[in-house]
């Protein structure tokens, strides 16, 4: 009987033993009392570049349609097709026959009119003389001066005359306005031309420099313009760089030239048009390229993972900032910018060299509500390198 009392009283004990050594251990430190383990982000100073990646087609910096002045035969074309050619330059000849005889004439009629101007002349100092001695009437006298005015007219209509066939018979030369490149002629000799016609004889381009037309949507483009100088610095000098569809990188870069701030109702977009040596002649009229364009710098730029950003109730961007005292601050109303690779880009509310607490985040809700906090890091503060920032970019932009 008393074995079975003995029997029944060791688990009760047992029992015992185990449930004071688990409440010391509780009190030894086990759960509750260590702080929350986080890991940690720290901000260093770096210098963000600010790129856009845009659709844009290459266009000539002039274009010349060459269009005849005056009409008739074709007898000669003097350039070689798809070469360069001067401003200046003879392109075509129209037969000149006509207009040549319509000069010789008009210089006939200069003549003969100079004539009939000197014969008034010479009539009108007779006529003065005769008038002194009342050998005629004033009225004779007048008229005298009357024709010699209006043969003096007549000259200079005339004069007109032979300068506008000058004109004509120079016309029947065609020559280039420009410097460039010129193409495949749109007529043969012997085809008949008119004065304005609206087919070209040929185009003429000028492809160093060259342009290329970027478009960009005008509402973000009216965001660039307002943060720079207040976000970022503007970016000076060349800051467009030029990719082909391969994704070959053009050996020169360019400058924006102009940006057109007229909208286009159908796209909604805007213009910006860069410019670029072309002296090779690699960049041709009517490509499709990929420039990116460089707006800018934020300088001492705060970038910080986003998994260390959160959001409260009212919408707000929120971080948790773990002090060198170990202690935790909680910072809303972050303003963020952009972000790029994981990262946001913070303008407002974190700065360089705090830590920003990336894991853990689920134990440290309680700060959220003003209660005090500590807690402990984990490891060695993870960070981010201006080189690894500028091969993000580099790689966002592909």
Request: contains cysteine.
């Amino acid at each position: 009987m008393r074995f079975n009392k003995l029997l029944l009283t060791v688990p009760v004990v047992l029992t015992s033993l185990f449930f004071l050594a688990s409440c010391d251990n509780s009190k030894s430190g086990g759960g509750g009392n260590q702080l929350p383990h986080v890991t940690v982000f720290k901000v260093n100073p770096l210098t963000y570049t600010l790129k856009i990646s845009l659709p844009g087609r290459v266009v000539a910096s002039q274009i010349a349609e060459i269009r005849p002045q005056v009409g008739g035969i074709v007898l000669k074309r003097e350039f070689e097709e798809s070469s360069n050619v001067k401003a200046g330059q003879s392109l075509y000849q129209i037969d000149p026959a006509i207009y040549q005889a319509n000069y010789d004439s008009a210089v006939a009629s200069v003549a003969s009119a100079k004539a009939n101007a000197n014969i008034a002349q010479l009539t009108l100092k007779r006529y003065a003389g005769l008038l002194n001695t009342k050998s005629i009437s004033q009225q004779d006298y007048d008229k005298a001066a009357a024709d010699a005015k209006q043969a003096e007219a007549s000259v200079l209509v005339a004069q007109a005359a032979e300068h506008t066939a000058k004109v004509n018979l120079d016309y029947t030369k065609v020559y280039s306005p420009i410097d460039g490149y010129i193409g495949k002629s749109n007529v043969t000799e012997g085809a008949l031309v008119a004065a304005g016609q609206s087919t070209p004889l040929v185009l003429v381009q000028q492809l160093d420099p060259i342009y290329v037309d970027m478009t960009e949507a005008a509402t973000r483009y009216n965001k660039y313009l307002q943060d720079e100088g207040v976000i970022f610095e503007p970016a000076k000098g060349n800051n467009v760089d030029l990719f082909f569809n391969d994704g070959s990188r053009y050996t020169y870069p360019g400058n924006v030239k102009f940006s057109d701030m007229t909208v286009n109702e159908t796209t909604g977009t805007v213009t910006l048009r860069s410019e670029f040596p072309n002296n090779e002649g690699k960049i041709l009229p009517g490509m499709f390229v990929k420039p990116q364009m460089t707006l800018g710098y934020i300088k001492n730029a705060v970038l910080v993972p986003q998994q260390g950003i959160t959001s409260n109730a009212l919408g707000q961007y929120t971080a948790k900032i773990l002090k060198p005292d170990n202690t935790i601050e909680y910072r809303q109303n972050l303003q963020v910018y952009t972000g790029i690779g994981g990262y946001w880009v913070v303008t407002k509310g974190i700065d360089v060299g705090e830590q920003v607490i990336v894991t853990g985040l689920l134990n440290l809700t309680a700060v959220e509500m003003g209660q005090p906090m500590q807690g402990k890091m984990v490891g060695e503060p993870a960070s981010l390198s201006q080189e690894q920032l500028d091969n993000m970019i580099k790689n966002s932009m592909k």
